[in-house]
């Protein structure tokens, strides 16, 4: 039988041959790991799929905006732009009209037959820009007459497309040059 003494030596020796062992272990999968790799080029080593994004092969479009149930003359998806447009800040900074140019390019390029160049001045710049641009796709396509819109009336454009500024009266209250 052994002693106290006897069995606390044991489990030291037992304990740091253990732990010896463990890291002689790491030592030899690390050495192991860096053999396997000085051999391998940069491109090997690091994983390419969090560098690369998925793009559509060449011949495919990529996925664009669209709108449910919308006609032949794409008049949903020019409400909707009329609608970003009309939403527009009225003196925007750079990155305001980087942002909005942007917007215009990603959802909104295939309704154009040419390269467009919006007016992102002022917000009635680029709605009126925007209701021109409209009624000459729906002149080209041959739409319904009923199927353009009067550019010449800014407000009007503004209280179809734009925020509705009669809800937010009511909350705020009434403040001068906000709603006059």
């Given at each position: 039988?052994?002693?106290?003494?006897?069995?606390?030596?044991?489990?030291?020796?037992?304990?740091?041959?253990?732990?010896?062992?463990?890291?002689?272990?790491?030592?030899?999968?690390?050495?192991?790991?860096?053999?396997?790799?000085?051999?391998?080029?940069?491109?090997?080593?690091?994983?390419?799929?969090?560098?690369?994004?998925?793009?559509?092969?060449?011949?495919?479009?990529?996925?664009?905006?669209?709108?449910?149930?919308?006609?032949?003359?794409?008049?949903?998806?020019?409400?909707?732009m009329l609608s970003d447009c009309a939403f527009y800040f009225d003196k925007p900074t750079l990155k305001e009209e980087s942002n909005m140019k942007k917007t215009l390019l990603t959802?909104?390029?295939?309704?154009?037959?040419?390269?467009?160049?919006?007016?992102?001045?002022?917000?009635?710049?680029?709605?009126?820009?925007?209701?021109?641009?409209?009624?000459?796709?729906?002149?080209?396509?041959?739409?319904?007459?009923?199927?353009?819109?009067?550019?010449?009336?800014?407000?009007?454009?503004?209280?179809?497309?734009?925020?509705?500024?009669?809800?937010?009266?009511?909350?705020?209250?009434?403040?001068?040059?906000?709603?006059?």
């Amino acid at each position: 039988m052994l002693n106290r003494s006897q069995i606390e030596a044991k489990l030291r020796s037992e304990t740091r041959d253990q732990i010896f062992n463990r890291q002689l272990a790491d030592v030899m999968a690390q050495k192991e790991h860096k053999r396997a790799t000085t051999e391998q080029t940069y491109s090997e080593k690091v994983d390419w799929t969090e560098y690369t994004t998925k793009r559509p092969t060449y011949g495919q479009d990529p996925v664009m905006f669209t709108v449910e149930d919308d006609d032949k003359f794409k008049t949903k998806k020019w409400e909707a732009m009329l609608s970003d447009c009309a939403f527009y800040f009225d003196k925007p900074t750079l990155k305001e009209e980087s942002n909005m140019k942007k917007t215009l390019l990603t959802k909104y390029d295939d309704l154009f037959t040419v390269a467009m160049r919006p007016t992102l001045q002022t917000r009635k710049d680029l709605l009126n820009w925007a209701c021109t641009a409209q009624n000459s796709y729906m002149t080209t396509t041959d739409a319904p007459a009923e199927k353009l819109i009067d550019c010449t009336r800014y407000q009007s454009l503004l209280d179809k497309y734009g925020p509705d500024y009669s809800t937010l009266k009511s909350r705020v209250g009434h403040i001068r040059g906000l709603f006059d």
